[in-house]
């Protein structure tokens, strides 16, 4: 993480963190993880193309799948995120 560039902003219903990663880290982040005790986090994704493949793989195969049951798996595609929704495309 760049220090200077993150930064925390509190009120009374809300809290953001914002973080800037350092110059060296590439990439986009899978996951997080947030709670009020280091030793209870909870873990939430990011929304990324990766993850809801992930997601839906899991939820269309739940146990170990067949390779035909691979391929028939649907292809997604996320088109766009934003505060309000998320618009993704399945084929």
Do not use: M, Y
């Amino acid at each position: 993480l760049l220090s200077p560039e993150s930064s925390v902003s509190l009120s009374a219903h809300n809290a953001v963190v914002r973080l800037a990663k350092a110059p060296g880290s590439t990439g986009l982040w899978d996951k997080f993880s947030f709670g009020l005790d280091p030793s209870a986090l909870q873990e939430r994704l990011f929304v990324s193309e990766e993850n809801i493949d992930g997601f839906l793989g899991t939820a269309f195969c739940p146990s170990p799948c067949s390779q035909s049951a691979l391929e028939r798996q649907p292809l997604i595609e996320v088109l766009d995120v934003t505060e309000d929704r998320i618009q993704i495309r399945v084929e």
